[in-house]
């Protein structure tokens, strides 16, 4: 169905621009790949367009499409009119802004591909198309795809990079934080978008520098939660109770995220998932996922890594452990105390 285009003034969430008496079209957005992510940034997204916009809604797994759509059609507050799309190219092919949250970045390529393939040729949107990447793929995907949206759509679209933090949990409160990577001129029209379904805009660079920075930091992450794991088990093992120890570090130099909000050893943080028998949080296949993508970031530019190296065979053993697989990845503490320091 296609939506006819008025005119009327700005209505943002940002609240610099909700007093804007800019004029500006009315947008069709399409969202792809509705996961454990992309399902609540699609609903917070919805929620927050005006009413007179349009959402189309596409997964390869179409009763995700469905579910949601019926969800945001029982909504009373109104928001955007959702409508679900049997293929990507039907979700795009009207779209001024297409934002995708896809598992690994054979399927953003595959996607963009399809995408391109059936759209090019149609007449030019009245203002530039936006692509927005929140997956976290590897930099050199995203820059290949970004090449292949400028060979088929020169000038009529523009690919960006958001890759997110905040799990689950952010993503159904809207509170992610977005690395955008963009060209400078793009992101006041992104970050509006962006702040629909996070609450903090991060622009990093040009395209790919908001996938640089995401892996940068789990890469980070990664190896601070292996090292914390080997530091608390040092300090068990020589006596101490856990929760001084993490006492100690957390008012020392050696205080992290990993020590201090998401501590390994059970008991030691009531909200840790270490505390729940290793449940929820985020997934040790994920950690181990932005580890390889960040890993093979780093061989593309002939970077040797010697931490990271380590820290993702750790990951990779453990992420076989059928007592592993599914939880946190502070898991590895586990790991670790079972088989005296020596890991999987
Ligand atoms: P998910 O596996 O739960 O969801 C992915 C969705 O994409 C699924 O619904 C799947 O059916 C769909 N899909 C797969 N191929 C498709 C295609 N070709 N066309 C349309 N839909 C397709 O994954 P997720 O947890 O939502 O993560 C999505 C992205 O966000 C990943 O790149 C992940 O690394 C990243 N991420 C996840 C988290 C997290 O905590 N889950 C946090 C930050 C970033």
């Not at 500006?24 to 609903?43: E, H, K, T």
């Not at 005006?50 to 109104?78: H, V």
């Not at 970031?297 to 053993?317: F, G, N, P, S």
Request: hydrophobic letters at 40%; charged letters at 20%; proline letters at 6%.
């Amino acid at each position: 169905m296609s939506t006819t285009r008025l005119w009327r003034p700005v209505k943002g969430v940002a609240q610099r621009r909700a007093f804007s008496t800019t004029p500006r079209v009315l947008d069709n957005y399409a969202f792809i790949g509705l996961g454990r992510m992309g399902y609540q940034m699609a609903r917070n997204l919805q929620s927050k367009l005006p009413p007179g916009d349009t959402i189309r809604l596409y997964d390869i797994n179409q009763s995700a499409a469905e579910k949601l759509a019926g969800e945001m059609k029982t909504q009373q507050a109104g928001g955007a009119a959702p409508e679900v799309s049997t293929s990507v190219a039907d979700a795009a092919k009207e779209a001024d802004v297409v934002i995708s949250c896809l598992p690994e970045p054979q399927h953003v390529r595959s996607t963009y591909e399809a995408l391109l393939n059936d759209i090019t040729g149609l007449p030019p949107r009245p203002q530039s198309r936006l692509f927005i990447d929140s997956s976290t793929i590897d930099p050199h995907t995203s820059s290949t795809v970004r090449q292949l949206v400028e060979d088929k759509l020169a000038g009529q679209a523009h690919f960006v990079d958001a890759p997110m933090s905040g799990g689950v949990v952010g993503a159904a409160a809207g509170t992610l934080t977005f690395m955008l990577g963009s060209d400078k001129s793009l992101v006041s029209r992104l970050e509006p978008i962006l702040l629909r379904m996070g609450k903090r805009v991060l622009h990093c660079g040009p395209q790919t520098a908001g996938l640089a920075a995401k892996l940068a930091n789990n890469l980070l992450l990664g190896i601070q939660n292996v090292g914390t794991a080997e530091a608390m088990l040092l300090g068990v093992k020589l006596g101490l109770d856990p929760k001084v120890l993490a006492d100690v570090i957390n008012a020392s130099t050696g205080k992290c995220w990993a020590s201090e909000v998401n501590n390994p050893v059970p008991g030691v943080v009531p909200t840790a998932p270490a505390s729940r028998g290793y449940e929820g949080g985020f997934g040790i296949e994920l950690m181990l996922k932005d580890m390889k993508l960040a890993q093979d970031a780093a061989r593309r530019i002939d970077l040797h890594q010697t931490m990271a190296t380590k820290a993702l065979d750790v990951y990779e053993k453990a992420s076989k452990d059928a007592e592993c697989k599914g939880r946190d990845f502070s898991v590895v503490y586990q790991v670790f105390d079972k088989t005296n320091g020596q890991g999987p």
